[in-house]
């Protein structure tokens, strides 16, 4: 009894200790709010370490197997439950038991919402730290996307891969699906003996052969993370080596080309670790998945997924790998505890990344990868409704998959910015180096970091903390007054020559093309007007051939341009782009565009019947809900 009693105390201050947002401060600590996107109550009973045992079966589409979790709760002493997030999949046993020692137990399924799912209630007997649920994938989950051979670059194997952020894990894992629960992971993947499996988290040594012609790979994941950063990919894929702990993983055909193209990784993470601190995850690889990804890029800790569109020949899209990669600190490290705080990843993430930038390949270009930010910022925030455009957005009752705009994104990097404006980049460096360090592996509400950053920087100033008005930037929609802009001389170059050219001063041919980056690209053709500048298309066709380029920016943006002018000629290559890739950052501009043409709708609806089921499910989502598509 005293024994049972002891268990149960270090079992409580541990799940407290796990609860908490501002671990370590002489303050008392307050627990994490409330995930209203979750229907799990760590506050009773924590998942603490996870094993998966899974077998992936690509002719019925299914992973099959087994999620056993490693509890810790607030009273050992007394039965209890430990509820799971599950949607759309198929549980069929449960167990309980201490130790390795288990039972079979009694389970109920609370019916939730389309946008939660159900809570699995599984109830402990006293003593009790851990749960094995049986279970199964059905085709309504949206966390896997499986993919034919002819989706893939090979064209011969099929290809698996997961996206669990925002709450998708939960459609391919039971668990406690919310950023503010923090696990590690060991996981064994039975897969088809022709494919490999990859994961994020470190490698368990080379894969076995088991009976039916299949490999066994394993892998472990020591650092606790969140559920959203749990990733699988299956399919046929080679490796290559950029450095002692950088490397790419990709199909046979593609390998070469990104090994090539990522190959300053390394140098970017010296500087990431020049600037805030060590990397702590081991290995930085990235895995380049096939054109349907949804997303640029995934952070997931030792494996950022990647979309094939960067690969543009001249490593002029990388800072989307400074931008993964530095999620390592703010997103992997230091963690929004609720969707509602998703700025603390994204907006520090984005000032990280420009910082990177910045060090590896100049001032010039942080300028202009800045303001093209800034600038599409603006012109989504003119459609937004007010509510969307702060940064401590509310999600109450909506899907979190809502609050992935431009606002916690490059309105938060503004933030960063104008506080680095206002105390220096040496004193602010000092101060984000130290926030890494204090809060790293835990999960921290915007509460948290104002605490934080009242105590450890504006309290010691108050004469410039009085220049940063918090409630306005954090709480306020719009852009504040002081958000920092930067200006470009790049791009007034380009400005100049567009007015001298719509003067007749200069002919197209002059323009200094053969030297621009996309980002100076990117500008030239958002300073074109579609309808001031319609009559120019064939000229800006016949000379830079844009309808033809093979970097994915530079066409999207041209593509968007010209349905808003109705340039015919590049109707085709629309259609196609839609058909070939769906990363949702060029598919959600283009279908928009062309709902506003006159018979833009049908067009649309024609080329996505098509292109749909293509899709990953969060890429149908977005488009579904922008078309009201109804099939």
């Not at 997961?162 to 590690?184: L, M, N, Y």
């Not at 076995?208 to 399919?235: D, H, K, W």
């Not at 569109?309 to 400074?322: K, N, Y």
């Not at 769906?582 to 283009?590: I, M, N, S, Y």
């Amino acid at each position: 009894m005293v024994q049972t009693s002891i268990l149960a105390l270090l079992g409580g201050l541990l799940l407290l200790a796990s609860c908490v947002s501002d671990g370590g401060s002489a303050a008392p600590s307050p627990a994490v709010a409330r995930d209203e996107h979750s229907r799990s109550r760590p506050e009773e009973a924590r998942s603490r370490h996870l094993e998966l045992d899974l077998r992936v079966d690509f002719a019925a589409r299914r992973i099959e197997g087994t999620a056993r979790h490693r509890i810790v709760r607030r009273d050992a002493t007394a039965p209890g439950d430990l509820v799971l997030d599950v949607k759309d999949l198929e549980v069929r046993a449960v167990r309980a038991g201490r130790g390795e020692a288990a039972r079979a137990a009694s389970w109920t399924l609370e019916p939730g919402d389309p946008r939660l799912g159900d809570g699995l209630r599984i109830p402990l007997e006293a003593g009790e730290d851990t749960v094995e649920v049986d279970y199964a994938t059905t085709d309504g989950g949206t966390g896997l996307q499986w993919l034919e051979p002819a989706q893939t670059a090979g064209g011969t194997r099929p290809f698996l891969f997961s996206q669990s952020q925002a709450i998708h894990a939960r459609t391919w894992i039971p668990c406690q699906d919310s950023p503010g629960v923090r696990i590690t992971y060991d996981a064994v993947v039975t897969v088809p003996a022709d494919l490999t499996a990859v994961m994020s988290a470190g490698s368990g040594g080379a894969p076995e052969a088991v009976a039916g012609g299949a490999r066994r790979f394993r892998f472990a994941m020591p650092q606790a993370i969140p559920s959203y950063l749990i990733a699988l990919a299956v399919g046929q894929l080679e490796f290559r080596a950029m450095s002692d702990r950088t490397g790419v993983w990709a199909e046979p055909s593609v390998v070469e080309r990104a090994a090539w193209e990522f190959a300053d990784t390394e140098s970017m993470v010296r500087t990431a670790e020049g600037l805030y601190g060590p990397y702590r995850w081991g290995r930085y690889d990235i895995l380049v998945l096939p054109p349907s990804f949804p997303f640029g890029g995934m952070e997931n800790p030792r494996l950022t997924f990647v979309t094939p569109t960067v690969l543009a020949g001249d490593r002029s899209l990388v800072a989307l790998i400074a931008h993964e990669l530095a999620h390592s600190w703010s997103g992997n490290l230091v963690t929004n505890a609720t969707h509602r705080d998703f700025w603390l990843n994204e907006g520090f993430t984005v000032y990280f990344e420009h910082r990177i930038m910045e060090a590896v390949y100049g001032r010039e270009r942080f300028e202009m990868e800045c303001m093209l930010g800034i600038r599409d910022l603006e012109e989504e925030m003119a459609e937004m409704e007010p509510r969307d455009q702060v940064l401590h957005v509310d999600l109450a009752g909506r899907d979190p998959d809502e609050g992935f705009t431009g606002v916690p994104y490059d309105k938060g990097a503004g933030l960063l910015r104008r506080l680095e404006q206002v105390f220096g980049r040496e004193r602010f460096d000092a101060f984000l180096r130290a926030y890494f360090d204090r809060f790293s592996f835990t999960s921290i509400t915007t509460a948290t970091f104002r605490d934080y950053l009242e105590r450890e920087l504006l309290a010691a100033d108050p004469e410039r903390a009085a220049e940063v008005d918090l409630d306005l930037w954090i709480e306020g929609p719009g852009l504040p007054p002081d958000f920092p802009r930067v200006v470009s001389d790049a791009f007034e170059r380009i400005d100049r020559s567009v007015a001298d050219w719509r003067a007749g001063r200069i002919e197209l041919a002059a323009f200094g093309r053969e030297r621009w980056t996309t980002q100076e690209w990117l500008h030239f053709i958002g300073r074109l007007d579609p309808v001031a500048d319609r009559g120019r298309l064939p000229e800006l066709e016949r000379t830079f051939a844009l309808t033809a380029s093979g970097n994915n920016e530079i066409l999207c943006a041209w593509l968007e341009l010209a349905v808003r002018a109705d340039y015919g000629p590049a109707d085709a290559r629309l259609a196609g782009f839609l058909k070939e890739q769906g990363r949702r950052k060029f598919l959600t501009p283009l279908y928009r565009a062309l709902l506003e043409r006159p018979g833009g709708r049908e067009r649309a609806a024609a080329i996505y019947r098509e292109a749909r089921p293509r899709y990953h499910a969060i890429a149908r989502d977005s488009i579904d809900a922008l078309l009201d598509w109804r099939g």
